[in-house]
């Protein structure tokens, strides 16, 4: 049972006791590229990604509409959601800072409708737009998905205001072998 301590119901809820309260749920952390005015490449980090259907292969993310990227996403008619690997944390920072060209020395190539696919990302969904939705503050943008890529490699993670990584592959694979190789109970006779 919640105590006063412990519950805002009662008490207004701010941006940002919200930004707190979400950032307890940890998220993988991506990059959404599209192209803007002549074929010029932009990008922008996101942790607001989620799947919405496997038939038809649909994802959503969300963008502020304060976003001076959201004219391109609106107009492009395509994107690409990179998730990033777990020693991605500076493409991450990179992506999430005001820059003239966030892709200057950023190894890319041309995807689906020309978006921009980095290289070395641990997954590219590359989509077409589906469906844009006014969200308060923000619009959703809903892809059908096009094209994958995916390695085979750890997730970088958001989880409250920092960038974490999950347990190495190393300690899974110990933790599955254990569990694989432990002794079978004995059935009483």
């Not at 707190?20 to 599209?34: C, D, K, N, R, Y």
């Not at 005001?98 to 997954?123: H, R, T």
């Not at 892809?143 to 347990?167: C, E, N, Y």
């Amino acid at each position: 049972m919640a105590t006063k301590a412990d519950s805002l119901e009662d008490a207004t809820i701010t941006p940002a006791s919200l930004r707190e309260a979400l950032g307890s749920f940890p998220t993988g952390v991506a990059v959404v590229t599209t192209l803007g005015d002549e074929g010029k490449p932009l990008g922008l980090t996101i942790n607001s990604f989620n799947s919405v259907s496997l038939e038809p292969a649909l994802v959503l993310w969300s963008l502020a509409l304060s976003s001076p990227s959201i004219g391109a996403f609106r107009k492009h008619g395509a994107f690409a959601i990179n998730i990033l690997r777990k020693d991605q944390g500076q493409l991450c920072m990179k992506f999430a800072r005001p820059a003239d060209d966030k892709f200057e020395d950023i190894n890319w190539s041309k995807g689906y409708k020309g978006v921009p696919v980095l290289k070395g990302a641990m997954v590219t969904l590359e989509c077409e737009t589906y469906q844009i939705v006014e969200g308060g503050d923000h619009e959703v943008y809903m892809g059908t998905v096009k094209r994958i890529h995916k390695t085979d490699s750890a997730p970088l993670v958001f989880h409250r205001g920092q960038l974490v990584q999950l347990a190495s592959s190393a300690l899974r694979e110990e933790a599955s072998f254990r569990l694989k190789n432990r002794p079978s109970k004995q059935r009483a006779t």
